[in-house]
């Protein structure tokens, strides 16, 4: 999946010079937590999080006269340089992006314009989508030899029983390196004949586990 299919467009920006006051209205009015700060072209210079909006927000317990501080620019608390990642970047490499810097937003850039947003609300609805969560189903996963054709090789079983498939995952088999763990959610909330499928075609089934039931 692209990030251009699942970003925001609508962005809401500042610039350098713009006062403090100005982004803690912006975020409030439009229940948001990032700030792209641009020039005039709308290229991204920086930006601005909730937490940085309230970091420099005077306390209800400080002066009248501190309310000063939220007059200064912008420029004065925003983080950069920023991150940035283009509309055909895939939305599973902005992941890694995500965990490796510890971030929440990135700014999408085209030609060096500012084009839309990507939030870790959106990864996460996003990976929902993806992992087939957010429909009815249930998830098997099975267990098999880390090599080539597996996978084709597995699928053929739930290909007999016809069952709609929301998402196939892979991942290790942390116990061992020879083997790997296929996940597939399916759109049926009785996956008894299809894991009875595969366990009499050789496959061990590691969810669901059930009473009376051995992998």
Not at 29 to 43: A, F, L
Not at 71 to 76: E, V
Request: with cysteine; charged share 20%; net charge negative.
């Amino acid at each position: 999946m692209l990030v251009e299919e699942v970003m925001k467009t609508e962005v809401h920006t500042l610039t350098p010079d713009d006062p403090i006051i100005k982004a803690l209205q912006l975020l409030h009015e439009h229940h948001i937590r990032h700030i792209p700060i641009v020039d005039e072209s709308y290229c991204v210079l920086g930006i601005v999080s909730d937490r940085d909006v309230r970091d420099a927000s005077p306390s209800i317990l400080d002066e009248p006269s501190e309310s000063e501080q939220l007059k200064s620019p912008i420029h004065s608390i925003m983080t950069t340089p920023v991150t940035t990642v283009h509309p055909l970047d895939f939305v599973e490499e902005v992941a890694s992006i995500f965990y490796e810097q510890e971030i929440a937003c990135v700014p999408v850039m085209r030609n060096d314009k500012l084009v839309g947003i990507l939030t870790e609300k959106d990864m996460l609805h996003t990976m929902i989508q993806l992992t087939g969560t957010h429909v009815q189903s249930s998830q098997i996963e099975v267990k098999v030899l880390n090599k080539p054709g597996m996978l084709p090789q597995v699928m053929q079983v739930f290909g007999k029983r016809k069952v709609n498939i929301s998402s196939v995952l892979i991942y290790p088999y942390k116990p061992d390196a020879n083997y790997k763990i296929i996940v597939i959610r399916i759109q049926t909330m009785n996956p008894l004949p299809t894991i009875k499928d595969l366990k009499e075609s050789g496959y061990e089934v590691l969810w669901p586990k059930m009473p009376g039931m051995t992998s």
